[in-house]
């Protein structure tokens, strides 16, 4: 059985996905690139079996879907591609508008959660899809993925708060974004099949270890950034889910837990015997 399976379509992913594209490694599935709510929407609605999913949609719907062994993406302290920018400090935030991204989950969460509980800030969000023509307008907005990397070079650096720093000020925790999981069915239906994919992901992500040359040059390729910028990028996030992850994860669980986000806390150990790099 060949499992459709999803991937995101940001530059953060490319230290997984790399193999795939120069060919090094052959993906026993076919891949679909999306931005990460879509591919959130799609593997909950049966249209993929296999994703990197939101850490917050597997968290609420944490029933529906396996979790799996051995990669997310997330960062120990900094993040780079999830920030808030805002002219008016996080804890003076309480009632005004924020334009939100319409692409992340996780990152709308997270912002709530540090909002809220951090800073006992009450915002009003606001669905935008071009949040950063918001912060060019001088008004708060939280964006994610390559346009969170453009601002950094856009707007004041005191105006541009990464969410992952202040999480790890806030509770010493690594911050977890994305986790990979399979619909539950799908892997009831075909283990093996499963464990392939996640097989071919994590050999993959070891070729990209050794290869970070081909990496980057793949990433300057897609979104041309200043000389020495990748490096940087790539050595501050974490692919590896391991229990310094898993913890982070559960502390953000108890968190969208205390906020009302999600109605219960589900555990956040693997479901899957890891899958090591062969």
Same mark, same amino acid.
């Given at each position: ?98 334009? /939100?991204? =319409? #692409? ?11 909002? +809220? $509980?951090? !800073? %006992? ?93 081909? /990496?980057? =040059? #793949? ?11 990748? +490096? $940087?990028? !790539? %050595? ?43």
């Amino acid at each position: 059985m060949s499992l459709r399976c999803g991937r995101i379509r940001y530059t953060n992913d490319l230290p997984v996905y790399a193999a795939f594209d120069a060919g090094a490694i052959a993906y026993p599935g076919t891949l679909h690139a999306d931005v990460p709510s879509r591919l959130n929407a799609m593997l909950l609605g049966g249209e993929l079996d296999l994703s990197p999913v939101s850490a917050f949609a597997w968290a609420k719907h944490a029933e529906e879907l396996v979790l799996l062994p051995d990669l997310c993406i997330g960062a120990r302290d900094e993040v780079v591609s999830v920030v808030l920018v805002s002219q008016t400090p996080p804890a003076l935030l309480d009632g005004v508008e924020i334009a /939100v991204t =319409r #692409e992340s989950e996780s990152g709308r969460n997270l912002l709530r959660v540090l909002l +809220e $509980r951090r !800073y %006992g800030a009450r915002p009003k969000y606001v669905d935008h899809a071009e949040p950063i023509a918001c912060a060019d307008r001088g008004r708060p907005a939280l964006l994610i993925g390559d346009t969170a990397i453009d601002a950094l070079l856009r707007f004041e650096p005191g105006h541009v708060y990464d969410l992952g720093r202040l999480w790890h000020e806030w509770t010493s925790q690594q911050t977890v974004f994305a986790v990979w999981a399979a619909r539950r069915d799908a892997y009831e239906r075909d283990p093996e099949a499963v464990r392939a994919c996640m097989h071919a992901l994590t050999d993959a992500y070891t070729w990209s270890r050794a290869n970070m040359e081909y /990496v980057i =040059r #793949e990433a300057q390729r897609t979104f041309a950034r200043p000389e020495g910028f990748y +490096e $940087r990028y !790539y %050595g501050k996030l974490n692919f590896t889910f391991h229990s310094a992850a898993q913890s982070g994860l559960a502390a953000y669980c108890r968190e969208l837990f205390a906020i009302g986000a999600i109605a219960r806390v589900p555990s956040t150990l693997p479901e899957v015997i890891g899958v090591v790099s062969r």
